[in-house]
Each structure stands twice: as structure tokens, then as C-alpha cells.
């Protein structure tokens, strides 16, 4: 009997499901499931693997294996011939597949998912089988140049799941020299007039952040409020949405978020500005409730599109999620914070697993002055800007964390 998605989601019980067309599917003892393509060459069964579940839907395994019906009816060892290639060279889908199977364990399924489906999509047509020693900014272009303008969104995450495929290939040795898809100072020059400042529809320029906050400064609503939070944390707006005032510490002025509500199911600690506690001490007072912002019954978060509404209702093309791009731009442009704690404080992966829990711990204290002089800058309308004497001080703390 063939098998459907929601069954290969449900089966937990060890052994190999036939689906069809020489189709199966592996579940080993430890729980992890992968696709497999049983046929027969010289008399003999061959297994090709096809990538795990659900990583690689029912759907795709489907393909693949029709894909590969096609080169055995054409006299070709599927097996052999992946073998010959990989004597070869490596190619650059055989990195990304293998950082996807190196992360997944720390991402979401979610996530991975999505890391696989926009390469899939974007990416595997184009440079997929290119040796991945040899993609160059032409290739990178070939990619990208035709979702820039049409996908906005797509484009900066594909763009960025690139960059990070070749570093991964260059740590294992796989490729030499500068990275072809870096965006400061390399294609942020080919691409003008589409930076995340001026065509991503989903960020808001930073220079236009401080008018932007003295509105919604004058709106009362819970959804404007949650928004200021948003943009004072840099963080991801279902965190704001699902946090809870037992994850607050006043004393230490620290918003600890559990594992489980982050997308790379880390936990996650943001100390919090003089005006991010403003906004928590203005909402404390309108009601009793265990999450900080909560839906107008009090019972429930809010809606996803609560802070859409509010960008609508000043007529901006923002989104929430965008204004972390904002703040990274900001703090890339505007200040000399290492990327390292520029990037931790937006929760992005940084270095191995040994560096990434000291990580955790050591740069909150120092990812403070990174959110006060945010905090500063955003709200420099609202109340008086720093003086220069404590601005110099505070790139003086920047400049010791270098």
C-alpha cells in the first residue's frame, strides 16, 4: 500500500515501508527517517538514498525516484554514476545538503524545511551541480537577479543561505578565497538601488526610524506598544507576541526566552534598554494577564497581522520582522560592534557548539551598550539625544569588545 505524507509522519515503529515504484522509506531504532531507492542492476538490489524525512517530502522522494527510474531504462547506474561524480568534485547542492543535515538537529523542522525548499526552488536549477569550488559572482547573479526585484524577501534570505553554503565549504577545504555572495562591500556594489534600505519592502531605512517611532510614541494601542518592543529588542515578533512577564527579570532588566519559543530552539536572553522597560511598564498597568501582550480579552495572544494593521494605518511598507534587518544595518553602518554580538543579539547561530553556549552567557553583559545606544537612537525624537561626551564613551565600549 502506498504510503501518504501524514502516515510517513506517524510511523515510529523501525523498519523499511515499501511505497512504490522502488520507493521506501527507512525508520532506524533512533527514531530518524530517510528515503531510499531499491532496484535491481546486475542481478543484484542496490539502495540509492534520496535525503531524510521530513526534510524531503513524500512528494519530492516521489520525483526523485521517478528521476531516477529514467536513467536506469537508459542503461545508467544511478548508484555508479553518483559515485563517479563524486570522485570528481563537489558540487555545490552536495554542500548545502550537507550543511542542512550538519544543522537541522538544532533547527526547527520548520526552518529546515525552509532552508531546502528556497534552495530547491532558486538555487539547485541554477549552480546546483556547478563544482561548488567554482561558483563565482556570476554565478551568484545568475541566482539572484531574477527573484531581486520580484521576491525581495526570498532574494535576501536565498542571498544569505548562499554566503553561508560557501563558508561551510570553505572551513571543510571544499573552496578557496572570498565569498562571492557577500553583501557588504561586494554586492550591495553590483545590486544598486536594491539594498535592504531602499527596495526591501519589508525594512524601513534607519534614518527614517526615529520619526517612525515618535508615532506610534502617540498610539495607545496594545498592538503599537508590542511594536515598539519589537523594535527596541530586535527580536522576532511571535517572541513579542508569546512573551510572558514570568520570562522578565526587572531586577537584572533581562527578557529571558525559553527554547522553545525560538526558531533554532536555543534559548535566548535580551537586556533591555530604559525604553523597552517604559513600554513593559505602560502595558503592566492595563490589565492582569500572564502574557505581556496580550489580545484584547486578555485571554489569547493577538493576531498575527496586529502590527501589520499599525504599519498599514501610518501607511508604511514594513514589516515587523523587518526592522530587524534595520537594526542590523544600523548597527553595521553606524556603530563598531563586532558582528559577533551584533548577530547574537538577533539570535543568528555564531561559531560551533562550544563557542555558541559561551556565547550565551558571556556577551549579554556586553550586547548592553549594543541596546541602550539602539534604544537611544530610535527614540532620539521622544527624549533628549545623548550628549557627546556619553556617546563617546559608549563607542568606547564598542571599540573594547572588538
Same mark, same amino acid.
Given at each position: 500500500?502506498?504510503?501518504?505524507?501524514?502516515?510517513?509522519?506517524?510511523?515510529?515503529?523501525?523498519?523499511?515501508?515499501?511505497?512504490?515504484?522502488?520507493?521506501?522509506?527507512?525508520?532506524?531504532?533512533?527514531?530518524? /527517517?530517510?528515503?531510499?531507492?531499491?532496484?535491481?542492476?546486475?542481478?543484484?538490489?542496490?539502495?540509492?538514498? !534520496?535525503?531524510?524525512?521530513? !526534510?524531503?517530502?513524500?512528494?519530492?522522494? =516521489?520525483?526523485?525516484?521517478?528521476?531516477?527510474?529514467?536513467?536506469?531504462?537508459?542503461?545508467?547506474? @544511478?548508484?555508479?554514476?553518483?559515485?563517479?561524480?563524486?570522485?570528481?568534485?563537489?558540487?555545490?547542492?552536495?554542500?548545502?545538503?550537507?550543511?542542512?543535515?550538519?544543522?537541522?538537529?538544532?533547527?526547527?523542522?520548520?526552518?529546515?524545511?525552509?532552508? #531546502?525548499?528556497?534552495?530547491?526552488?532558486?538555487? #539547485?536549477?541554477?549552480?546546483?551541480?556547478?563544482?561548488?569550488?567554482?561558483?563565482?559572482?556570476?554565478?551568484?547573479?545568475?541566482?539572484?537577479?531574477?527573484?531581486?526585484?520580484?521576491?525581495?524577501?526570498?532574494?535576501?534570505?536565498?542571498?544569505?543561505?548562499?554566503?553561508?553554503? !560557501?563558508?561551510?565549504?570553505?572551513? =571543510?577545504?571544499?573552496?578557496?578565497?572570498?565569498?562571492?555572495?557577500?553583501?557588504?562591500?561586494?554586492?550591495? &556594489?553590483?545590486?544598486?538601488?536594491?539594498?535592504?534600505?531602499?527596495?526591501?519592502?519589508?525594512?524601513? @531605512?534607519?534614518?527614517?526610524?526615529?520619526?517612525?517611532?515618535?508615532?506610534?510614541?502617540?498610539?495607545?494601542?496594545?498592538?503599537?506598544?508590542?511594536?515598539?518592543?519589537?523594535?527596541?529588542?530586535?527580536? =522576532?515578533?511571535?517572541?513579542?507576541?508569546?512573551?510572558?512577564?514570568?520570562?522578565?527579570?526587572?531586577?537584572?532588566?533581562?527578557?529571558?526566552?525559553?527554547?522553545?519559543?525560538? /526558531?533554532?530552539?536555543?534559548?535566548?536572553?535580551?537586556?533591555?534598554?530604559?525604553?523597552?522597560?517604559?513600554?513593559? /511598564?505602560?502595558?503592566?498597568?492595563?490589565?492582569?494577564?500572564?502574557?505581556?501582550?496580550?489580545?484584547?480579552?486578555?485571554?489569547?495572544?493577538?493576531? &498575527?497581522?496586529?502590527?501589520?494593521?499599525?504599519?498599514?494605518?501610518?501607511?508604511?511598507?514594513?514589516?515587523?520582522?523587518?526592522?530587524?534587518?534595520?537594526?542590523?544595518?544600523?548597527?553595521?553602518?553606524?556603530?563598531?560592534? @563586532?558582528?559577533?554580538?551584533?548577530?547574537?543579539?538577533?539570535?543568528?547561530?555564531?561559531?560551533?557548539?562550544?563557542?555558541?553556549?559561551?556565547?550565551?552567557?558571556? !556577551?549579554?553583559?556586553?550586547?548592553?551598550?549594543?541596546?541602550?545606544?539602539?534604544? &537611544?537612537?530610535?527614540?532620539?525624537?521622544?527624549? @533628549?539625544?545623548?550628549?557627546?561626551? /556619553?556617546?563617546?564613551?559608549?563607542?568606547?565600549?564598542?571599540?573594547?569588545?572588538?
Amino acid at each position: 500500500m502506498a504510503l501518504t505524507q501524514k502516515a510517513a509522519q506517524n510511523i515510529t515503529l523501525p523498519a523499511t515501508y515499501q511505497d512504490k515504484n522502488g520507493l521506501a522509506l527507512r525508520v532506524t531504532k533512533t527514531g530518524s /527517517k530517510s528515503w531510499i531507492f531499491r532496484y535491481q542492476k546486475d542481478g543484484r538490489r542496490h539502495d540509492a538514498g !534520496l535525503g531524510s524525512f521530513p !526534510l524531503v517530502s513524500l512528494a519530492d522522494a =516521489r520525483a526523485a525516484c521517478l528521476e531516477l527510474r529514467v536513467q536506469i531504462n537508459s542503461g545508467i547506474d @544511478p548508484l555508479a554514476e553518483k559515485h563517479q561524480k563524486a570522485k570528481q568534485t563537489i558540487t555545490f547542492q552536495d554542500e548545502a545538503l550537507e550543511r542542512i543535515e550538519r544543522y537541522k538537529h538544532e533547527w526547527s523542522e520548520k526552518h529546515a524545511a525552509q532552508w #531546502f525548499s528556497s534552495l530547491r526552488d532558486h538555487v #539547485f536549477p541554477k549552480i546546483g551541480l556547478m563544482p561548488v569550488s567554482e561558483v563565482d559572482t556570476d554565478a551568484v547573479m545568475s541566482v539572484l537577479e531574477p527573484i531581486w526585484r520580484e521576491l525581495p524577501e526570498s532574494a535576501r534570505r536565498v542571498r544569505n543561505r548562499i554566503e553561508l553554503v !560557501l563558508d561551510f565549504a570553505k572551513t =571543510r577545504g571544499n573552496r578557496t578565497g572570498d565569498n562571492p555572495a557577500r553583501w557588504r562591500g561586494h554586492l550591495q &556594489n553590483i545590486l544598486p538601488g536594491a539594498t535592504p534600505e531602499t527596495t526591501h519592502l519589508e525594512s524601513m @531605512p534607519y534614518s527614517r526610524l526615529p520619526a517612525f517611532m515618535e508615532k506610534l510614541e502617540g498610539d495607545i494601542t496594545r498592538a503599537a506598544r508590542c511594536l515598539q518592543f519589537v523594535i527596541l529588542t530586535a527580536c =522576532r515578533s511571535g517572541e513579542a507576541m508569546g512573551a510572558r512577564w514570568d520570562e522578565i527579570d526587572f531586577e537584572t532588566r533581562t527578557w529571558s526566552i525559553p527554547a522553545e519559543r525560538m /526558531k533554532n530552539r536555543q534559548p535566548h536572553q535580551i537586556p533591555l534598554s530604559d525604553a523597552a522597560m517604559a513600554v513593559l /511598564k505602560d502595558v503592566h498597568t492595563r490589565g492582569r494577564s500572564d502574557l505581556i501582550f496580550p489580545n484584547k480579552s486578555l485571554k489569547g495572544v493577538m493576531a &498575527n497581522n496586529s502590527m501589520r494593521r499599525v504599519l498599514t494605518r501610518y501607511e508604511e511598507t514594513a514589516t515587523p520582522h523587518g526592522f530587524r534587518t534595520t537594526f542590523r544595518m544600523w548597527a553595521a553602518e553606524k556603530t563598531k560592534f @563586532p558582528d559577533e554580538i551584533c548577530e547574537v543579539a538577533l539570535s543568528h547561530t555564531v561559531g560551533n557548539a562550544t563557542t555558541r553556549s559561551y556565547n550565551r552567557g558571556n !556577551l549579554l553583559e556586553r550586547r548592553r551598550p549594543l541596546m541602550d545606544r539602539w534604544a &537611544n537612537f530610535v527614540m532620539e525624537r521622544i527624549n @533628549p539625544p545623548k550628549t557627546k561626551e /556619553k556617546r563617546l564613551s559608549s563607542d568606547k565600549q564598542a571599540a573594547t569588545h572588538i
